[in-house]
């Protein structure tokens, strides 16, 4: 069992940055492939960003590439979503999620555990 808890939203200019956490309780992050997703008022939720267990190896939905960056700190079990260079398309509540098995990352329903997620609001 995991337990996910999503921190670090709130209201940013166009422009600026904003770095949301994702402390895990139970199993470890470690050993989990962790992913952000974020969903939108009236849409479906979407995929930002995966990071593999064991390998790191990353993956951006295109609308965020060059401007956000996932990583994770085993040590604190915590990932992070830092995001620069926001848009107000980026406004939506962020979820942390983590998955056992490692296929199709950047689909919600290959994940097993979901934060409550976190409102990222961009001002224009």
């Known amino acids: 069992q995991v337990q996910l808890v999503e921190s670090g939203g709130g209201l940013v200019q166009t422009g600026g940055s904003l770095t949301l956490s994702c402390a895990a309780s139970?199993?470890?992050?470690?050993?989990?492939?962790m992913g952000w997703f974020r969903q939108a008022p009236g849409k479906e939720r979407e995929f930002v960003a995966a990071i593999r267990w064991g390998s790191d190896i990353t993956y951006y939905a295109d609308s965020v590439k060059g401007r956000f960056t996932i990583s994770r700190d085993n040590a604190k079990n915590t990932v992070y979503l830092q995001m620069n260079s926001v848009k107000p398309d980026d406004t939506a509540v962020y979820y942390c999620?983590?998955?056992?098995?490692?296929?199709?990352?950047?689909?919600?329903?290959?994940?097993?555990?979901w934060g409550q997620g976190t409102q990222v609001t961009v001002s224009s």
């Open positions: 139970g199993r470890t992050v470690s050993s989990r492939h």
């Open positions: 999620a983590a998955a056992i098995y490692s296929s199709r990352l950047s689909t919600p329903g290959a994940y097993d555990y």
